[in-house]
């Protein structure tokens, strides 16, 4: 059952991280209408699929409870991931978070999992500076030749290093900026039936963020905030793990969020949440 549960990781691995036209190549043709079709005559699923999708992972307890809202919930060290321009508008000076999720546990596997450190110093009340550090372990996987031959046992693992910059611009409107470094290891020094060496793949990326906050008077409450949040990330370089001219994109993300805080009394809150995320890339 083990080596069922191995296999299937595997599976998992090649679906995750495919090529968008190997796979429209090697399930559909292209019709005379410049549309995929699959064998059958049926249209192709039109899925958009990117190199490392573990960026789009939601590290931390609170936005995976609230079905990964985050854009513009109150600010902590997990806004390195959702919108680094809220960081400058955290109440505590200085703040880490550290986080680990266990993946596909439930399929007897204990060593996949992803883990998340994150943390934000704020400089003055108009700038702060965050960092986040994003590991994912895909377990040990058998690798097989094209005869299902046992070859090598393999651990692949990608991470990445995030830098951000976070500013007021006025009193209601902040702006952050993030660098990233993304490093995927999927099959490293494998090689493939054309004779080709599989690299680990390396890309370089960026987030551009703004946050608006206001307050909204109301009389029945003691205090009412509105905050909405615009952030683009994963804006980078194609990624590739061969030497192929044809490399695959990063998830790319146009991400808009508001959140609605009503305030009770000194002890009682509610907040109202809402994202809406879109992959900014071409369908196949």
């Known amino acids: 059952m083990k080596n069922v549960l191995r296999l299937a990781s595997l599976a998992l691995v090649c679906l995750l991280f495919n090529n968008v036209d190997l796979q429209a190549q090697g399930n559909c043709f292209l019709g005379e209408d410049g549309k995929y079709y699959n ?4 249209p192709c699923t039109n899925t958009v699929a990117t190199a490392v999708p573990f960026l789009r992972i939601v590290g931390d307890a609170r936005s995976g409870a609230m079905g990964d809202v985050g854009i513009a919930i109150s600010a902590d060290p997990n806004a390195m991931h959702f919108n680094a321009s809220k960081l400058v508008l955290a109440e505590e000076d200085l703040a880490v978070s550290a986080t680990y999720t266990p ?5 007897g596997l204990n060593d996949v999992y992803l883990a998340y450190l994150s943390g934000y110093k704020k ?5 702060a500076i965050g960092f986040g550090l994003r590991y ?3 377990g040990s996987i058998e690798f097989t030749d094209v005869n299902g031959e046992p070859l090598v046992t393999g651990r692949p693992n990608e991470f990445e ?11 209601n409107f902040t702006a952050g ?31 551009i963020s703004f946050t608006y906050q206001t307050e909204l008077n109301s009389s029945s409450l003691d205090d009412s905030d509105l905050t909405i949040g615009l952030a683009l990330s994963n804006i980078g370089s194609k990624i590739t793990y061969t030497r192929n001219v044809d490399r695959d994109f990063l998830p790319a993300n146009f991400g808009l969020g ?4 009503l305030g009770f009394d000194e002890f009682n809150t509610l907040t109202i949440a809402a994202d809406v995320n879109k992959l900014m890339l071409h369908t196949p």
């Open 39 to 42: 064998l059958d005559g049926t």
């Open 103 to 107: 993946w596909l546990r439930s399929l």
């Open 161 to 171: 290093v995030a830098l951000a910059y976070s500013r007021k611009l006025s009193d």
């Open 136 to 138: 994912f372990s895909l």
């Open 123 to 127: 400089l003055s009340d108009l700038e």
């Open 177 to 207: 900026l993030t660098g990233k470094f993304i490093y995927s290891n999927l099959a490293a020094g494998q090689q493939l039936d054309g004779g080709d060496i599989i690299e680990a793949g390396i890309a370089g990326a960026a987030d």
């Open 258 to 261: 508001a959140a609605w805080t």
